[in-house]
């Protein structure tokens, strides 16, 4: 038996990774953000490709304190040896409700231009939010930004720049104007859709997004295992409060 | 209570990070090897240390078919719906036997310098070697790169270009060539010794090391998750290989 | 604010857990399956009951080499020091297509009885089947046991002594005729399907139904850490094997 | 190659599990907590091994809201759709810090012997603390439980009864008595410290120790999740209050 794979090979002198020599094409030469492009299309990035996969990545890589921040914290309190546990606790809550809608938005902007692809846009929408009646759209809505996401605007600036700003994009800023026209009230495009249609322009598969979500919070998480390691541990605190103030219901 | 950060804050129309406006000052300014820069120090990199640390994390990012990337591509046979599990899963086993040698490299080296800060290099290198007369010295040896690691070599060159080379590096180089007089043959300061050298010459403490390594290889694992999408999916094959060769000792 | 909870309390003096008293009442009182049926009912078993739950129970903990324990294996070999991250990387596996069938099962017969409860059990049958022409219905079909899993035979023997063989496992057992009608030939009715059943029929929701899978598995990944500490840690031969069958395409 | 395993094999209508087979001589006539026990042994539990193991498993079960199960809860919150992640992030802690004290006072009592074995009791004690003198010695010490862990007492009396107070109860006991003469004021023996000591003497090796732990609280964190599909679901609340009360200091 043979197990193929395209990813990389090394013998006592060389390492290749996607095809490109790691120590002479790769390090010093590209940047970490790279690095998950060529991971995820097996070739270098363009210069505009490269600053707006980085872009997404450092928009995503930071949201304070959440329930994902938050577990990798309390598993660092019990695990400080092991800050691999912590990053992976952090990870773990990213799935339907949370880092999920930007996979979800990808997904349903993808397989709608497949199913719809020979209708003209505003039947797709139209066929599109017919689905939704009954479940939120993926991709919109924002506890604290309501007027407007500051990353999406900025996000789609770069995009239109760059020349990422096509068919998925489009068509997510459609069905913007119609759920707002629907609700008869401004919905805002959280960053999670930006990204999802973003992503799609870039040419990802919907089921590779969420990877990049991971990856940047990955990198989020090391400043909260920093600040658990310093004088401002949460976790402790967080904890006794929980004890402090626990109802028991008999 | 108030639960202190340093991390962030956002409010309807702005996002701070780490006292940065995440739109204006750092989504399409820097790279996301940056943002683990920032995370770790709450300051923006220098040229010089946005170059090092991006590549040490391109580095570290892809290690092609390890106990690691394995587990990533077995459990997303399982749960395809979770990447998020897949990719914690490839992080889990990233202990005290492998990346593990990167944070014990810098552990011990800054350790040292703390305790023998005083003696001259010589003496310095006989105290720490004679603690390991037992144990192996962690950032040594290589199953395949038995001459010389390709990556700690480009890493020093760029760590001495860079301004980076400095008394952690220095130290490891002595201890290197103290080894290898010791054992009476060539032994290979390996990547995470490299490494661990480096991020400590920049400044970083050794207990946040192992976090680079993780986000950098949560990068990395976007490849083996988009392979075990296609078909090169070697999980199936690997479970098959393993359950026709089962030799069952009752 | 108050944070609510039914599960416990403890003071100086007494621990209470669901009400109960944990050493008066449930420690030398209770077993471990007794306890996964109180966490999840706030009441203890009757004596049918807990055998009924253990029996499922101890029937799902071992599985053999399933990607799910080689994860296990392969983060030990990585991180023997962290046996947390090992378990947990075990049961990450535990997704749609693994022990995800169980939860199917359950929901897909919890919902039509919810859906078509007013119809026949012929046509119950039918309208069921007819939403799963084009997917695998849960809960059939087995790689080894083709003619009969003796798991389920042997859970439903004691489902009916029990008292547990009711409407849920009634529900499947016409599902499996007909389905077997309709292919032409005997598929196999496997443990997931069995289980999924029975647990309904002893009133669990199918969103927990999981979990009772999940805290089994843990108690079987005791013995796949136990043999890697020993010396049939195939972790290492796996590996070996892989990296000496690798062929990359480049 | 072969992949040797003693832990189980099967074939189209045998299962046998550590050479037992699975539904004749397993399902049916042990319980869950047996299961644990046979796969560190590779043997079925005498009757008090039965009833001593289940018991010391039933005590570790639960214990509230802590940072392990807040992980869980606050990891379904994002992920409802994997309850295995929320599972894996609650065990993601049992760390050096909480359960890790377990395996720690197992470890300790065990390597003591096998250092000082051929030293009187008083002595080996002696030595034993003279090795903690600047360090907390694992098992001593709770936070609520000041006076008596009624968890150790009953746990330590059931060992009596069925005979596994030996050797190794006697020394932590002995230690106990030291650790109070040297502290003047009383300490309490918790419950890590009791299971650590009755598990040694049950002959179960040090490292082992802690997979019962995470067993047992698999089993737990079943009513944590089930809490979280009903109305008392905390993490939410949780989450809120944190925003809420974020000081940030920029």
Not at 150 to 160: G, I, N, V, Y
Not at 162 to 170: A, D, N, P, Q, V
Request: charged share 20%; glycine share 8%.
């Amino acid at each position: 038996m043979k197990f193929n794979t395209s990813i990389g090979f090394s013998d006592s002198e060389n390492i290749l990774i996607y095809g490109k020599d790691l120590c002479n094409d790769l390090i010093g030469n590209v940047n970490l953000g790279d690095m998950a492009f060529i991971a995820a299309t097996h070739r270098l990035p363009t210069e505009n490709e490269s600053r707006m996969l980085n872009a997404i990545m450092v928009a995503l890589c930071e949201h304070g304190f959440t329930p994902s921040s938050i577990s990798t914290r309390l598993t660092y309190l019990g695990a400080p040896e092991s800050t691999q546990a912590a990053v992976a606790a952090g990870l773990l809550g990213a799935g339907n409700v949370y880092l999920g809608s930007m996979e979800s938005t990808a997904r349903v902007l993808q397989e709608s231009v497949g199913f719809y692809g020979n209708l003209d846009n505003d039947e797709m929408v139209n066929k599109i939010l017919s689905n939704y009646k009954d479940k939120r759209f993926p991709g919109f809505g924002h506890p604290i930004h309501k007027q407007v996401d500051p990353r999406s605007k900025k996000l789609f600036e770069m995009a239109e720049n760059l020349g990422f700003k096509k068919g998925y994009s489009k068509l997510i800023t459609d069905i913007h104007k119609s759920l707002c026209e629907i609700k008869q009230k401004e919905i805002v495009l959280n960053a999670s859709g930006a990204v999802g249609a973003i992503l799609s322009d870039m040419g990802f598969k919907w089921n590779i997004v969420k990877c990049f979500a991971l990856a940047a919070r990955s990198v989020g998480l090391i400043g909260h295992i920093l600040e658990e390691q310093g004088k401002d541990r949460i976790s402790q605190d967080l904890w006794d409060y929980v004890q402090e103030n626990t109802k028991y219901n008999m």
